[in-house]
């Protein structure tokens, strides 16, 4: 790692009020494009003003250990993920400023510093726990046992180098030449911005997220923590609305999920995803739990009550949905396929004939030479030893990985949505073929490929906001894979936590709908569709049919795509509970309110808030469940 900037404020400081993003870009060949920007943009901020400080590194790594166990939580209850660098920008300059107020530090981080500070932490609470929701809890479920946490340790890591040094070629062909949009790294970009121009704006967006986190917290704590103390049980919120849903919707219904549950969380959440995924979730939520499931009972098909017993025969529908949807939406864009695979040879081909000034602040490929071979070395030999993978088919799987991380990160450079489910299903289809039979195989190297695809894509956003802001590359990314370590230790320690026995995953408490979903494909492909029960079949048809449908369907209807059902949020309905998508509809529901009642106030207040409601109380629930079982996790690590 090269040394970090000393920390002197630059003389040549530009004065953020005044800089204006480049979010058109720039005009002409590939080097004209890059010279462009290389004289207004980096000059003068850049190849100046700090970014890469001991201290920006720090905090992104505290900020984004932290959140990763709110991306944690909420991933096993919902099943989604929740970006981190706009919380992580916030807090970290409410925080600074605060230790600035109060005398522990002398001086404010530059804008700069900030954005590296957000890579760090978006390193750390994103790149690393996707894994750990999705095919690593499908493996517990599978297998009836976790992996040790020395091999969960070692296989998160290594994805996550994967992930980061995958994006380096990718990033000069993307953003600096092609100059895809990736809309939340611009809006993170224009969150910096904002924050440093404005720094009363920016202090009252951070007060917004810290009430909001404390209140939140609280809540959790009425919710779950009250049943820690048996004479507060009673009062406890849990207790309460138990109360309302055995009144109001009776047993029957309970057993269907269809009640009222008090979870802010998901509500914040509703807010931040919007209005045309939320309606979408609520209406593929009422048709499974309300319509669905009451017509196989009264039929007898489904005999057990209970959302464990019932989601074994509702996720077949939401998977295929969401897998068809997926495929399909890879094939309806082929036009970007296209370019991507284009642009392919564009990416090691391509020879500059820039000056060595600013072929030195890129990223260099023998960096990602370097951590491909080491991942592909690291991850062929941990899937051959824990998982009887062959290692030509893990070098396959790391190959493939590559072709379709070039496509999910190009998707997400032009619509700002990330098709991580789709690149692990080909994969998956991929390995049922080439090796039938062997669930875990099948798991795995799709969670290699996913993986990749999630953090490659994540990062390039990074990079996206980094590029606006005329932050040095090759400091950006070092921070990035700074933030790796922090984040895969933990959440790796966090997960083995929460989830110390097989049976939480899929519980009333941590439905892990994204689990179900790959364990469900590995299954039906291990033992092949004449396994499953008529009903079953004819879901999958059904959920097939539904997601081709709601993915073409934007490309007849472009100008009204913002009306036409979300196939991922219809899909996923079906595999958690329905007062869920009861909660995310809610929080849509005010989101819209506030934004047609006062614009202004809610483009200020709507994300910080939200951000500041699921981190809270996230971390409340995580310092609950490790409250509850303290003793037992301790042994369970150390021993004695």
């Known amino acids: ?104 530090v002398k001086t404010p981080m530059t804008i700069l510093e900030n954005n590296c500070m957000q890579s760090t932490a978006s390193s750390a609470g994103y790149s690393t726990g996707g894994t750990l929701i999705s095919a690593f809890a499908a493996f517990i479920m599978l297998n009836g046992h976790p ?51 404005h720094g009363q704006k920016g202090m009252r967006a951070a007060k917004a997220l810290g009430v909001s986190g404390i209140i939140a917290a609280l809540d959790n704590f009425w919710h779950d923590g009250f049943g820690m103390f048996a004479r507060l049980t009673p009062y406890s919120s849990d207790t309460l609305v138990t109360k309302f849903n055995a009144i109001f919707f009776g047993p029957a219904w309970v057993g269907r999920t269809v009640m009222f549950s008090w979870e802010p969380i998901f509500i914040a959440a509703g807010a931040i995803t919007g209005m045309r995924v939320c309606i979408s979730m609520l209406i593929g939520s009422t048709l499974c739990w309300a319509v669905f499931v009451p017509v196989m009972q009264h ?44 642009g392919l040879g564009k990416v090691f081909s391509r020879k500059s004939a820039l000056k060595d000034e600013m072929e030195a602040i890129e990223t260099p490929m023998s960096w990602f030479v370097a951590g491909q071979i080491v991942s592909l070395i690291a991850l062929g030999w941990l899937s051959h030893e824990t998982f009887q993978m062959p290692y030509w088919q893990s070098a396959l799987a790391v190959v493939l990985s590559f072709a379709l991380a070039l496509v999910a990160c190009r998707v997400t450079g032009e619509t700002d949505t990330t098709p991580i489910g789709a690149m692990g299903k080909v994969t998956q289809l991929t390995f049922g073929a080439l090796n ?88 039906a492909l291990s033992h092949g569709l004449e396994s499953l029960e008529p009903v079953k079949v004819w879901s999958i048809i059904i959920g097939g049919v539904l997601g081709i449908i709601f993915s073409i369907l934007p490309a007849i209807f472009p100008k009204q795509q913002k009306y036409l059902p979300s196939a991922s949020a219809f899909g996923l309905a079906w595999v958690f509970q329905w007062y869920y998508g009861l909660l995310f509809f809610i929080g849509a529901v005010l989101a819209y309110g506030f934004q047609k009642k006062s ?36 042994h369970k690590l150390f021993g004695h």
């Open 599 to 634: 614009p202004a106030k809610a483009e200020e207040y709507t994300y910080p808030v939200a951000s500041g409601i699921m981190a809270g109380g996230a971390l409340m629930g995580v310092a609950i469940i490790f409250w509850q079982n303290g003793p037992e996790m301790w």
């Open 1 to 104: 790692m090269p040394p970090m900037n000393s920390g002197q404020k630059s003389p040549t400081e530009k004065a953020d009020a005044d800089f204006v993003l480049p979010v058109d870009g720039f005009t002409g060949t590939p080097e004209e494009i890059q010279r462009q920007w290389f004289e207004r943009i980096y000059k003068g901020r850049g190849d100046s003003m700090r970014q890469l400080t001991w201290r920006a590194v720090l905090m992104g790594s505290v900020l984004g250990g932290i959140l990763s166990l709110t991306n944690l939580y909420i991933g096993l209850k919902s099943g989604w993920g929740i970006g981190v660098a706009i919380t992580a920008c916030i807090l970290s300059y409410a925080i600074w400023t605060t230790f600035v107020k109060i005398g522990l």
């Open 299 to 342: 039929a007898g098909v489904i005999t057990g009550s209970g959302f464990l017993d019932v989601v074994q025969w509702t996720l077949w529908l939401g998977t295929s949905c969401m897998v068809s949807a997926g495929i399909c939406g890879v094939i309806v864009q082929w036009r970007t396929v296209a370019r991507a695979l284009k």
């Open 436 to 523: 039938p039979g062997n669930v875990n195989v099948n798991l795995m190297s799709a969670n290699i490929t996913a993986a990749a695809a999630g953090s490659s894509a994540d990062l390039l956003t990074d990079l996206k906001s980094g590029y606006l802001l005329g932050a040095h590359p090759r400091k950006q990314f070092i921070a990035q894979f700074a933030g790796i370590f922090i984040g895969t230790v933990v959440s790796v320690f966090a997960f083995t936590l929460v989830v110390d026995r097989p049976e939480v995953i899929g519980s009333d408490q941590f439905p892990a709908p994204a689990a179900q979903t790959w364990a469900a494909v590995a299954r």
């Open 147 to 197: 992996l040790s946490i020395g091999l969960t340790l070692a296989w998160v890591f290594f994805l996550a180098v994967l992930g980061v040094t995958m994006a380096v070629p990718m990033k000069k062909q993307m953003i600096n030449i092609e100059q895809l949009r990736f809309p939340s790294g611009v809006a993170a970009a224009e969150t910096l911005r904002a924050l440093h121009s």
